[in-house]
């Protein structure tokens, strides 16, 4: 034999050459191979085993270097390659060297793989099966059985054959795990476990029952003898693949200690079949074998056990698992966990667990108590590894107990157990995996049950869930458009599976939502639950961990996060299911926190929350399909139209009848509601079938249909088009009233009202037999204030129809006026946060609306007003019904319309010319109303009370009916008519008030004066005589007047009449003594009246005298100095400060009452007013200044002239004229210049003084001042031209004075400038009256 051939020198000769042949690889020469001489080496005992060895290596790297080759030698003759396979077989037998035995083994496998043929395979199983049988014992078979499963193991082919042809060696191969000798068993099992375990496990089915069940008994009692570990692994590996058969697995689970202890010996395999059947499972050794196994310190061991036990388990956990449980098999599952990272080990146990906890037997020997402490650390652990199906197993074997877990025995008893597994379950939804996290979402809601919460429950790490949950949703991919679904079919597969992940744990997520809220419910439900025992009872309303925080925390969640989710999920194709839970959630929150209900409910309902329920019904549950939907979009629609419905109207909950009528319908009816919205306009007009009571039937849905449409429309959402809307409810109106049956309930017939208000206007107007009907049903409400809403739409629908306007016209205005202002912006769509934050910024914006308020009271009219002015321009009859109110209602309702009408008035620009006429008649029938009815008893009287609240607002109107009026009109023509009627009653009514009762007798006055100064004086000769002869309004005149200077220190500033009052007296009083004289009226009753005191409270009261007074004292003086101070009207009265001791001077007498010094003291004072530059008194003060100068000029021109050329003269012109050009300018500074001018004074130079003036007309222009400033600069130029001035102009200047006059244009009469503001009217407040 030459090295590396394999060839027999010594007997080659002998051999056919055709047995030869090189063998190996194609490019190189390869190995000398003669099987002949093989075969006779192989068995030859002469032959060393290194010999054989080697020429085995040899033979194996000819199959592995040169396949088939050696296939083509043996096909020469089927014989010789039997020959060649039996004497390599015969080695197993032969060969003790475990390295030899090892290449027969692999060369015998290989051999038979390259000849392929069948021929071979049965030769080699048949000696194997010769051999067993032959021999008694199966000492010495160890190499057989190795090699056998080695085959096995290489051709698949050869575990059928066995199988179905070889039965009895598969008997052999059981009775040999009956030897003592481990290895050998190890080397059986092996067998037994490649020949069930090949090809997918089909041999094992195929397996005959008989063997298949003695296998198993035999596996049982080699597993619980086993010692060595290659024993153990095969006994392991193969008990796996047996658990995975359901036979198998109820023969090892019923196979008693007694009988896997017993002697092969005795051979009745089918009488133990049998009692196994018999046998109570509770003797199965099974369950401490592999409990035996858990104990073991190899986690391999331990992990092969946990696989076995969920593999029996998975066939019949009702049956198996009481064996496992009752040998404690679960606490030592549990405490594998503990001590353990291992991914497989960790899946594999919570695997077994779960299926554990499908027995009860696990909860009553309180496994889960024991064991869920183990299993919250082992989460927190597992959430780490990279295998992230290892944590989802791990929570759902956490959902499973706490799903399971019977209530009375409570897991977490303390705080710190709930905690940690709520901190374990928050991991699991931040984990990346989103089936994870699907899980702990799953298990979160196991968690909200009741009977799991610690005492006193934590609300602190419920929220703490809760927001995790919430916060996941964030993460949440948006579902792919339906153009990107219809795409390649690649990508169209990931986007439904990412879509189906999502939508699985938003479901998920809502059920734990909505188990949250139950939660909070029975939390609130339970007194001891509702408040933390250890929380101080003043720290309740603050504390996070409290039951209102976490209240707080679901509507913040569910406003915030929910709602844009399910809405943006569900935009393209709505998930029934899911929809469900989400209508549940929000309906809870109805419950939790009632008092944040009103501003999350007007949210929703503006946010189209009830065209989104109700299109989700229609789609979704019509023809009865998913019901618990539509019961959940019902009960939710039904809780936001009650907190609607309470909102919008206040006293709604006032009618208890109303609230449990709107309840039942909403109740009965919004179940069948499954339409989509195009097909209600056709459901509220057809015909009526069977009315099964009076809240279900066909006309109950109807007025469902209304309650829902009302409430949708007055939170903006048009559910259907205007018009369809208000021939609807114009139809069901009109056939109620033709079906003749009871009238309309209330809350429907409110609503039909608050649709044809609101749809009215793309509608036309009604007539005949609709109006009629509508006109009916309106009336037969027995109280119409309780369909009233505050809203325009209401105002123009009543007041369009004549008919209706007469009948509840001034209802619906007095509830207008009646009802606070309704502000529905801010607050009603604020994000809902904590009650806290939301009474916070509900206070706040409150505080701002009550400034911007009281600021528009100052600017504008409030909305209220407006709404009412534009109502009046529509419907200008509503003036009259306003004005009634003022006349009739009590004084705050009547105050309101006051309001309005002055609002009206002062503002009138584009209403009718004659709305001051069609007023005065109505305020007349008032007015003699007032005198009838205090006819026999004086105003104020106690039963009186409220028509003298209500008498000061007609008054007021009066006087801005008065003021509004402009002076052109025709009624100033002639005093008489209405015009002189209403002077004469109001002239009455002010003689015969109190002096105390200024709320009336201010306007009243302020109209007496107005009139007469408003009209021309040939038009006021019977006014003069008729309030002249009214003696007590002169009574009343005179006591006003005395007390109109400084009160005396025993009377206090409060009994004092108010400025306002004391100056409609003093205009009054000069109107009266200017007009006496023009038209020589007699007088009944003068009025005294104290020159002395008038003069000294302008010269040295003046900082401590209003204004208004200020104003009246110079108005009453200028009348008194233009008749000389002689009036019949006014009996004036002097002191020594005016006139000095008697006996007079001769300038005194002249001069008397008023006197040289006097005169002086006046003049002094008007300088001090003009110097205060004040418009009103600027104004005053010129005229005052005018008519004491002419008193002057007329009774001694000397003293005249001295006045006017006294150093204060020079002195008050130069700090007039150094005031600035918009003062310089002003028409009372160019009179003060003008009345120097006039009575010779020497103050007045050209230059600076008069050039000044020209210079400053010249730079502003002449076609920018004011019609009274030409007038005045009129007058001033007309003076310097007749004036002689020193220096005098030069003809330069006369030459810009006349070109400046002929600038001024036309002439203009020669009047003095009006002192008063524009119009000749004074209007302050409530004072009206003119100069």
Known sequence: MTSGDIVYDTIHFRHDPKWSGRLGPAEGGGMLLCV???????????????????????????????????????????????????????????????????????????????????????FVLDEIHKQLSEQLSVKGFLPIFNFLGSLVEAVPDVAHRLVTQYAPMLEHLCSALLYPDEALKAAVLYVWLKLLGTAGGLAAHSLPTAIRDRVCVLLLQSLANASSPQLINNCVGLLWLLVQQGEAVSVLMNSPSNQIMCSENQNSHTNNSQKQEQQSPDHCPLPLILKKLLLSGDETMQTASAKCIAGILVHSPSQCSAPFIKADVPEFLFDRLASSSNEVLLWSVYSCLVLLTEDPLFFS????????????????????????????????????????????????????????????????VSCSCLLAATQAAQAATALFRLN???????????????????????????????????????????????????????????ICFQAACRLAEECASEPLLKENTFTAPSKHSQAHD????????????????????????????????????????????????????????????????????????????????????????????????????????????????????????????????CHRLSDWPSLLCDALGLQLCEYKGPRATQYCLLIMLHLALQQGDRLLPDQAVFSSVVWLLHSVQEQGGCSLPRSVLRSALYLLAMTQDKSPDLEGGPFNCISKALSSCQSFSSLYFHHPALLHFICRYPELAEKFGALVLELWLAKPAQHTDAEQTMVVASHSRVQEDIQEKGEKRESRADEREDQDPDTETMELLTLIEKYPAVILTLLDMVCTREAPLAGRALEVLEVLLHSQKDYEADLCTNLRPALLQALQRFSMENMDHGFGQEHTAQVVNSLPLVLRLLCVTQASDPSSSSYYSKMDGVHFKLLYHVSNIAGRLKPTNTGSLLPALSYLSCCLSLSPAHCTDRA????????GLMDQLQTVLSSSFSPTPSLSPSACPPPALLCCSHLLLSSLITLQRVHSAQVHRSISWSLDRAVQQLLVQKRNTDSLLLVG?????????????????????????????????????????????????????????????HELLLRASVNCLSSLLGFLQRKSPTTAKYMVCQRWSRFLLHCLLSSGESCLLHPAILRVITLLLQHGSNAVVWEPDLLQVMEAVER???????????????????EIQCSV????????????????????????SAESCSPSLPGNVLKHQSVSASF
């Open 1285 to 1308: 001035l020193q220096p005098p102009p030069t003809e330069d200047h006369m030459q810009r004075v006349r070109s400046m006059m002929e600038s001024l244009g036309p002439q203009a």
């Open 36 to 122: 002949a001489c093989a075969i006779e080496m192989i068995e030859s005992d002469d032959i060393a085993s290194v010999r054989k060895s080697f020429a085995l290596s040899g033979i194996s790297g000819v199959l592995k270097c040169s396949p088939g080759s050696l296939r083509e030698l043996l096909r020469q003759d089927h014989r010789v390659s039997l020959r060649f396979t039996a004497a390599v077989l015969g080695m197993l037998h032969t060969v003790e060297d475990p390295d030899t035995l090892e290449k027969v083994d692999h060369v015998l496998v290989q051999l038979l793989l390259e000849l392929q043929s069948e021929l071979s395979l049965c």
């Open 1113 to 1173: 004292f110079l108005r009453l003086l200028q009348a008194v100095l233009d008749v000389d101070l002689i009036s019949a009207v006014v009996c004036v009265s002097s002191g020594p400060g005016l006139v000095g001791p008697r006996p007079l001077g001769v300038e005194d007498g002249t001069l008397y009452p008023l006197g040289f010094r006097g005169a002086q003291c006046l003049s002094t004072a008007l300088a001090g007013l003009l110097l205060q530059k």
């Open 546 to 673: 409290s039951l209102e925080s976490l209240c707080q925390c679901l509507l913040r969640c569910c406003d915030s996060i929910w709602i844009p989710t399910v809405i943006r999920m569900c935009k393209h194709t709505p998930n029934a299911q899911i929809l469900q839970y989400f209508y549940s959630i929000l309906s809870a929150q109805f419950t939790l926190l009632p008092s944040l209900m009103p501003v999350f409910a007007n949210k929703l309902a503006s946010s189209g929350f009830y065209r989104l329920a109700l299109e989700h019904k229609g789609l979704l549950c019509a023809g009865n399909r998913n019901p618990n939907l539509n019961a959940s979009a019902c009960g939710f629609l039904q809780k936001l139209s009650m907190c609607l419905l309470s909102q919008s109207d206040p006293a709604f909950g006032a009618y208890q009848h109303d609230v449990k009528e709107v309840e039942n319908l909403l109740l009965y009816n919004l179940p069948s509601l």
């Open 365 to 428: 020997q309180c496994h889960s108590v024991y064991g869920i402490e183990s299993l919250v650390r082992s989460l927190k652990e597992a959430l780490w590894l990279t295998n992230l199906e290892v944590p989802k197993q791990g929570l759902l074997l956490l959902t499973e107990i706490l799903e399971r877990q019977p209530p009375s025995v409570r897991l977490f008893p303390s705080a710190p157990g709930f905690v940690a597994v709520s901190e374990a379950v928050v991991a699991g």
């Open 1260 to 1278: 502003k222009g002449l076609k920018e001042l004011s019609k009274e400033a030409a007038q005045a600069l009129r007058l001033l130029l007309r």
């Open 452 to 510: 799991h919460q610690s005492r006193p429950v934590q609300y602190r790490e419920i929220e703490g869930l809760i927001e995790a949950i919430t916060k996941r949703l964030s993460e949440l991919p948006l579902p792919p458009p339906a153009h990107c679904r219809s795409s390649g079919s690649l990508k169209r597969s990931d986007h439904s599976s990412q879509a189906s992940k999502s939508e699985g744990y938003l479901l998920q997520a809502l």
């Open 1024 to 1031: 003069v005589s008729m309030l002249l002869s009214n003696s």
